[in-house]
């Protein structure tokens, strides 16, 4: 989401500064291409060094960059990382969010810095009711979802307490060709093309039947920027409004490369096979399985269009073809560069 939010607002002629952990210093890819020498003139792009659970830190980039506006999208995001480092995920994701609101308050900047959450319909977890508004209670079902649950109140806390312009974007699933590769969506895809171009044999994946509202990232950070926009600030929900399964993210990325799933067995045992040449394309592997699952997310984004005038452009079959093009594109280097 940083990457596609910088070029955003960099086009609308924006300042932008960015935090990067000490350990990503090797991993800025995804914005490598905004860079540019700090000496040159005209720079717009910074990065500085930075860390959730660093409330100094935090405070002294605040106090220096004099933001207009923050946006929070900082986070342990992966679901099934934070069960193995719950601590972690909450001091990043829940504690952290307090750590940048009270820098903003210290340094009493209240009534300049608009601040935007990112939230997230993991938030949900067993859900409540469908599809998933505004107003649907929250249910989490993982340290990920629990720590982001605080992130969010803390942020109505301080917008009711202080008068901050804060607003939370609940954010149902969005990718795109960047997302991270330990993820399902680019884990499909990548595996996908890999097994076409005879990298991989077989893609190894958990819960096919768990059902994503699943977007457009490139889509959602324009809502982010709409959201801190009005006069007042609020939450939102960005979503589709559209579900769909794992099982059928899957057979879409296979589709591209023209091949065909079959699907037999069941449970553990299920497997997908090449509809066409017999090999066994798709096995499950139950360490993937989540100690309590979310089954289904489906968002309802009416708000966000009547108020903010937004609406996903990216449909999901688009979505998967231009993910599997980056990706069949990077196994076809891969495969070039071992030759």
């Known amino acids: 989401d940083g990457a ?12 932008v500064h960015g935090l990067k952990r000490r350990s990503s210093s090797f991993n800025t890819q995804r914005v490598d291409h905004l860079y540019r020498d700090p000496h040159e003139a005209n720079v717009s792009f910074f990065m500085h060094y930075g860390d959730m659970t660093d409330s100094t830190n935090l405070i002294r980039l605040v106090q220096q960059i004099q933001p207009d506006e923050i946006y929070n999208l900082a986070a342990q995001s992966h679901v099934a990382v934070s069960f193995e480092s719950p601590e972690y995920t909450a001091n990043a994701d829940g504690i952290g969010v307090l750590r940048l609101l009270e820098a903003v308050r210290i340094l009493g900047l209240e009534k300049k810095t608009k601040f935007y959450q990112a939230s997230t319909s993991e938030l949900y977890g067993l859900v409540q009711q ?15 979802a629990a720590a982001k649950l605080y992130g969010y109140w803390i942020t ?3 917008r009711e307490a202080y008068g901050m312009h804060a607003s939370n974007g609940i954010l149902f699933n969005h990718e795109s060709p960047i997302r991270g590769e330990t993820f399902v969506t680019r884990k499909i895809t990548r595996g996908v093309a890999r097994i076409e171009v005879g990298l991989d044999q077989c893609l190894y994946l958990g819960n096919l039947e768990a059902k994503r509202d699943w977007g457009h990232a490139r889509d959602y950070v324009e809502g982010m920027w709409r959201i801190l ?20 993210f899957v057979e879409i990325a296979f589709d591209h490369v023209g091949r065909k799933l079959e699907w037999r067995g069941n449970g553990v045992d299920e497997v997908g096979v090449d509809a066409f ?5 798709v096995r499950i592997d139950p ?18 269009k009547d108020r903010l005038g937004w609406t996903p452009q990216t449909p999901f079959p688009e979505l998967v073809r231009e993910m599997m093009a980056a990706d069949l594109a990077e196994a076809r280097r891969e495969v070039s560069n071992v030759i």
């Open 229 to 248: 926009q009005q006069d007042e600030p609020d939450d939102y929900v960005l979503a589709t409004g559209e579900t769909r399964s794992v099982r059928e």
């Open 4 to 15: 596609y939010l910088a070029e955003l607002l960099l086009e609308k002629g924006y300042e």
């Open 287 to 304: 360490t993937y399985f989540r100690p309590t699952e979310v089954d289904l997310l489906i968002g309802d984004a009416s708000k966000a």
């Open 130 to 144: 469908v599809p998933q508004r505004e107003t649907t209670p929250f249910y989490p079902r993982s340290p990920y």
């Open 156 to 158: 109505v806390n301080y």
């Open 277 to 281: 040449g017999g090999q066994t394309l």
